[in-house]
């Protein structure tokens, strides 16, 4: 950074300034933008856009919003105040900024999070009391990473709220998950809805696995029944056998008896 640069408001060209990479937000309200872009051409860009020398040029630190706005005006020169911080300071400086707004969608939120997390090193705990958020909002936003790319935008699409996709995230199974939300979004459920909807799904599951739980608690007291009768046969001098198998299709038992013991033929002992 240039020395008379330092801690100033300066005057930098729009085409010299690219963007932070480590911008959460992704999407930009087209209405809110052109409504800045006016305000700035009528009154000036009031707040000054915080940017950082990199090599070429400048990168944004913080005011992406005012950036966007002041492009769609045709500015060429802008005012700026050049910092000294470093990569990382810079990433964390553009996230909370935008997080402390209050107005990132649910993903962007969490993506934020995770990547303040990664870049400061700390626990969720640390995190959420830096962002001045409980530790439980915090997890409960990380826990949206886990819906896919797909799912986002389609909850994003089909305007639901966080509510519904903490509701869906119930719902362990990856497929049946995406099925589930697909029905919510033809249906139009709202959130009381999406949570009565999924529960009957996961009693559906459980009552599933109660049924062949108990299928194999018969096909158990079946087998030892069986045990118990060639135990019997042995005790009364007949040499059964009982040979039990178990393939994905079916259990297989075969108790073999021989012939001549069976028909009475035993000579006594």
Excluded at 121 to 144: C, D, F, I, W
Aim: charged fraction near 30%.
């Amino acid at each position: 950074m240039l020395r008379n640069e330092k801690n100033r408001v300066v005057e930098i060209g729009l085409n010299r300034i690219v963007p932070n990479p480590s911008q959460p937000r992704r999407i930009f309200n087209e209405q809110e933008l052109r409504n800045l872009a006016q305000s700035i051409r009528v009154n000036g860009l009031i707040q000054p856009l915080v940017v950082r020398r990199i090599a070429g040029g400048y990168e944004l630190v913080a005011g992406e919003r005012r950036l966007r706005a002041c492009r769609l005006v045709g500015m060429e020169t802008v005012p700026c105040l050049v910092s000294d911080c470093s990569s990382d300071d810079s990433a964390v400086m553009a996230m909370t900024e935008n997080l402390q707004r209050q107005n990132l969608d649910m993903f962007e939120e969490a993506e934020g999070i995770r990547k303040l997390i990664e870049t400061w090193h700390v626990t969720q705990e640390e995190a959420a009391y830096r962002l001045g958020k409980s530790q439980s909002a915090v997890a409960n936003k990380l826990r949206l990473l886990r819906l896919s790319d797909d799912e986002r935008k389609k909850i994003t699409a089909a305007g639901l709220t966080e509510r519904h996709a903490r509701a869906l995230l119930r719902i362990e199974d990856d497929s049946k998950r995406r099925k589930a939300l697909d029905v919510v979004i033809e249906c139009g459920y709202n959130v009381r809805q999406t949570d009565d909807y999924v529960q009957k799904l996961l009693d559906k599951k459980n009552q599933g696995r109660q049924k062949q739980t108990l299928i194999l608690k018969d096909v158990r007291i079946f087998f030892n029944t069986i045990s118990h009768a060639v135990q019997t046969m042995k005790q009364s001098g007949i040499q059964a056998q009982t040979l039990k198998s178990e393939t994905d299709e079916y259990f297989e038992c075969i108790v073999r008896i021989p012939k001549k013991e069976a028909a009475g033929g035993r000579k006594p002992a």
